[in-house]
């Protein structure tokens, strides 16, 4: 899939078409991201290849996300002895419109309707070759479940905690999967777009501040 009809082999074809649609410059990949980019095309089959801004994006099934990631760790090409980041976005079902950032204004595109799912990012860094780039999947928006990578790398520990505290996704192989920073008898997952608005009411000085939605200024 990486680049798939589209001039710049940097990119996978619908984000291309959306830069020229426009009239936003395509950004190429430095050499070295785009060997990387390649290394990796080459190993894993069914990878879909984004570049923009100068940052290389790959996305693969969730079933993948282990083996590449082993690869990345033990690979002395690429020799990513980091994970940096593991983070994640809520997109729910539906249309959605997004802002285009533009000389000439900044006009609105409405996309067609899509499933939900949840976004998975793995940040993935070099000190060695110093270089940075992004391991993308999707998971499912109802019960989001994927493999724990924190035997691959420790840090993934704690993220994954944070992962499942904010947005439900359950890793599985977790050695100790539970919340980290929301109370442990807390309902629900504050960083999915589902999420009700308000708030909680909190002590603060001896007096209680009531849920935003309940104040009154």
Request: proline fraction near 8%; glycine fraction near 10%.
């Amino acid at each position: 899939m990486p680049g798939s009809g589209s001039g710049n082999p940097n990119m996978a074809s619908g984000e291309s078409i959306r830069l020229r649609e426009r009239g936003l410059p395509e950004v190429q990949l430095s050499e070295h991201l785009m060997r990387i980019r390649d290394r990796l095309v080459e190993q894993f089959d069914g990878l879909e290849v984004l570049g923009f801004r100068g940052e290389l994006t790959l996305i693969c099934a969730p079933e993948q996300v282990p083996d590449i990631l082993v690869f990345c760790r033990d690979d002395d090409e690429l020799s990513c002895e980091m994970l940096s980041d593991l983070s994640g976005v809520h997109w729910p079902g539906g249309r959605r419109q997004e802002v285009a950032e533009e000389t000439t204004g900044w006009p609105h595109y409405e996309s067609e309707d899509e499933p939900g799912r949840v976004e998975l990012d793995y940040m993935l860094r070099s000190l060695r070759h110093n270089h940075v780039f992004r391991l993308r999947t999707f998971l499912p928006d109802a019960a989001p479940r994927i493999a724990s990578v924190a035997g691959i790398y420790r840090s993934a520990d704690v993220m994954e905690r944070e992962a499942y505290d904010f947005l439900g996704v359950d890793f599985e192989g977790h050695p100790d999967l539970r919340r980290i920073l929301m109370p442990d008898e807390w309902e629900g997952h504050p960083h999915r777009k589902d999420y009700p608005l308000g708030g909680v009411e909190v002590q603060y000085k001896g007096a209680t501040v009531p849920p935003p939605d309940q104040r009154s200024y």
